[in-house]
């Protein structure tokens, strides 16, 4: 959600195509994926639904930012994650900001994949799914929320809690053939949220209790800025992609094989 540094990303060979958890490369080496575009194929890659809903609006021909239908359609999936908040839906993240900017809100925001400090009402907070803990969803620190949804086209949100909305400017027109997919997504996500989706990984949870490099909340692990690129190349050689920048967490995927598993746990107590 950041506009952190990209750079490493240059490490890595051409990427061909994406699917569940996995990247695929020029050569035939696959990569587990741990940045998961920051959270936003926190999912998955390529999921069928989704697929689905792109192609169905694509063939529409709704490339347009006009009013349509699909606009309410995604706010009721929003409201499925923040019941009772308003929304803006902005076009992309440079939109967002600039909002929260003319609101009197600034950068840094807090991401709860990380240790928090205390947090007050002026704060404007990052939204991640799969935490863990028994807290709802709903029940959130403050009522300035970006969330990180798994759509990677669809718009930049900001989640307002009502007594606030006044202060920010309106939302902007979306093209249905973003909203579309993005909605679907929201759906499918939602409904994984109600029951664990990340089985227990008995060899990573050994190897995050014998270090203190890498901390873990829910479905995201997180570290400090020391050594990080070097790091970075380590988890690359070894098969797995971290995110390009410390400042975002890594994100276990829903599903690994017995084999990814031990070699996951092995870069982690190294």
């Given at each position: 959600?950041?506009?952190?540094?990209?750079?490493?990303?240059?490490?890595?060979?051409?990427?061909?195509?994406?699917?569940?958890?996995?990247?695929?490369?020029?050569?035939?080496?696959?990569?587990?994926?741990?940045?998961?575009?920051?959270?936003k194929?926190?999912?998955?890659?390529?999921?069928?639904?989704?697929?689905?809903?792109?192609?169905?609006?694509?063939?529409?021909?709704?490339?347009?930012?006009l009013p349509?239908?699909?606009?309410?359609?995604?706010?009721?999936?929003?409201e499925?994650?923040?019941?009772?908040?308003?929304?803006?839906?902005?076009?992309?993240?440079?939109?967002?900001?600039?909002?929260?900017?003319?609101?009197?809100?600034?950068?840094?925001?807090?991401?709860?994949?990380?240790?928090?400090?205390?947090?007050?009402?002026?704060?404007?907070?990052?939204?991640r799914?799969?935490?863990g803990?028994?807290?709802?969803?709903?029940?959130?620190?403050?009522?300035?929320?970006?969330?990180?949804?798994?759509?990677p086209?669809?718009?930049?949100?900001?989640?307002?809690?009502?007594?606030?909305?006044?202060?920010?400017?309106?939302?902007?027109l979306?093209?249905?053939?973003?909203?579309?997919?993005?909605?679907?997504?929201?759906?499918?996500?939602?409904?994984?949220?109600?029951?664990?989706?990340?089985?227990?990984?008995?060899?990573?949870?050994?190897?995050?209790?014998?270090?203190?490099?890498?901390?873990?909340?829910?479905i995201?692990l997180?570290?400090?800025?020391?050594g990080?690129a070097?790091?970075?190349?380590?988890f690359?050689?070894?098969?797995f992609?971290?995110p390009?920048?410390?400042?975002?967490?890594?994100?276990?995927?829903?599903?690994?094989?017995?084999?990814?598993?031990?070699?996951?746990?092995?870069?982690?107590?190294?």
């Amino acid at each position: 959600m950041m506009y952190h540094d990209k750079k490493l990303l240059l490490q890595l060979p051409r990427v061909l195509r994406a699917r569940d958890f996995h990247l695929y490369l020029e050569g035939g080496k696959r990569l587990t994926d741990l940045w998961r575009e920051g959270g936003k194929a926190v999912c998955g890659h390529k999921t069928p639904h989704v697929l689905r809903e792109l192609k169905n609006a694509a063939e529409r021909g709704l490339f347009a930012s006009l009013p349509h239908p699909m606009e309410r359609r995604f706010i009721k999936a929003l409201e499925l994650l923040f019941p009772g908040s308003s929304f803006r839906l902005f076009a992309d993240e440079g939109s967002l900001y600039r909002a929260l900017a003319a609101a009197g809100f600034t950068a840094p925001f807090q991401d709860p994949a990380f240790p928090q400090e205390a947090q007050d009402e002026k704060n404007v907070s990052l939204w991640r799914p799969f935490l863990g803990g028994s807290t709802p969803h709903s029940l959130l620190p403050t009522p300035h929320l970006i969330p990180i949804l798994p759509c990677p086209l669809g718009p930049a949100v900001l989640v307002l809690d009502k007594s606030v909305e006044a202060s920010f400017p309106a939302s902007e027109l979306i093209p249905p053939v973003l909203l579309a997919p993005a909605a679907r997504a929201i759906h499918d996500m939602a409904a994984l949220m109600k029951a664990p989706v990340c089985q227990r990984y008995r060899k990573i949870e050994k190897a995050l209790a014998g270090q203190k490099l890498w901390r873990r909340r829910g479905i995201y692990l997180s570290t400090d800025g020391e050594g990080y690129a070097a790091l970075f190349m380590k988890f690359l050689e070894g098969g797995f992609l971290l995110p390009p920048s410390p400042e975002e967490p890594a994100i276990l995927p829903f599903t690994m094989s017995d084999g990814e598993e031990a070699k996951l746990a092995h870069l982690l107590c190294k």
